[in-house]
């Protein structure tokens, strides 16, 4: 099924790599942007310099080798201006008042020089709201079973997947042949501009310390892409529970009813929590932006659209087992969780983007949605 995703808050699944205000980009604190500088069109421009050549790429090399001065810097000397040397010029998305430790800049993964989302991202997305959909409709949705004694032969412990998603006899060898999802296949997302992304402050708030912000370019909220969820075929003779070989035969759609559901049950839970603690304005804010996302998608999500949160991580909440763990468990539990006083009150922080007016954005969400005309 083909399925249209569109960035409703920032949204960055990271490559691992970082850009340097050194020799990758040059900020213009004036314009509020950055020029994402082309190296070939530099590198092209540094050989077409004749004899000054070789002094010129001494001096860039020289730059990179000590991290002292920077691009900005050796574009000013030579009278070059940046705008002709770069692939994209990015805005800032975060006050002029902000202060950061390192301009060290967060990348999204790309293909080539355009951003997209890794499938593997969604299908963990999507991974985890099927563990919740099977926890939810095993134990009627009720609290304090979020551990797993409705499962055959199983001691009272958490769970982390992969004794839902193959047979009893094979989780102790749990391999992907014995996965019951490995028959669902979620692609790539169809790779979208560099203008598309912006420069964000990414925050971690809500703890007794000051948060120290860091800088990464993310999917601005309006930005649209495609993707595919299908079911692959072999399921119903495969070696995996006849729970998964009924969901698969009810199609994809049934997998966005239970990621609709997924999110809407805790995205009510965390609304709740927030509301405990509004004494902290990063906590107003997020209350208020889940809010509008619940309220603004209501339509779309009628006519089978379904919210989604992708990459930063998941808070504690934001999984299966925490919201179906009673304070009880989470007690018996809470040695495995490091610098957590209270079970009642984790997680005590939250991921958010600091924005232009000083207000808190949540991270990560997206709205999923079937193409008009396409079938599921």
Known sequence: MMLSLQILTPLCVRNGENASAITDYIHDRIRRVIY?????????????QGESTRYLVKEIASIAASQRGSLAIFFEE????????????LPLAFPDSMTFRSWSL???TLTGRRPYIPGSSIKGAIRTALMFDYIKKQNNGRLGYGATPHLPNSPRQ?????????????????????????FLQVTDTSPSPLESLRV??????GGSRSAIPTLLLGFYPGTEMKFEIN??????????????????????????KAIWEYSRLLLIDEIERLNQKLHLEENKSLVQEYTRLLNENKNKIKQGGSLLRIGFGKTYYFNSIGYFLSNEEKEIYKSNWRRIKSVQEFPTTRWTVHTLENHYLPTGWSLIKQDKGVKA
């Open 106 to 108: 967060f990348l999204p």
């Open 36 to 48: 994402f500088i082309d190296q070939e069109k530099l590198n092209q421009w540094l050989m077409d």
């Open 78 to 89: 030579h009278n070059l201006s940046p705008h002709n040397f770069s692939k994209a010029i």
């Open 231 to 256: 079911i692959l075929p072999g399921y119903e003779k495969a070696n995996i529970p006849e729970y998964w070989k009924e969901f698969f035969a009810k199609g994809t759609a049934t997998i966005l």
């Open 200 to 205: 964000y402050a990414l925050e971690r708030k």
């Open 158 to 182: 958490l769970y982390y997947g992969s004794d839902i998603f193959c047979l009893p006899g094979y989780r102790s060898q749990y391999l992907p042949e014995n996965d019951a999802l490995r």
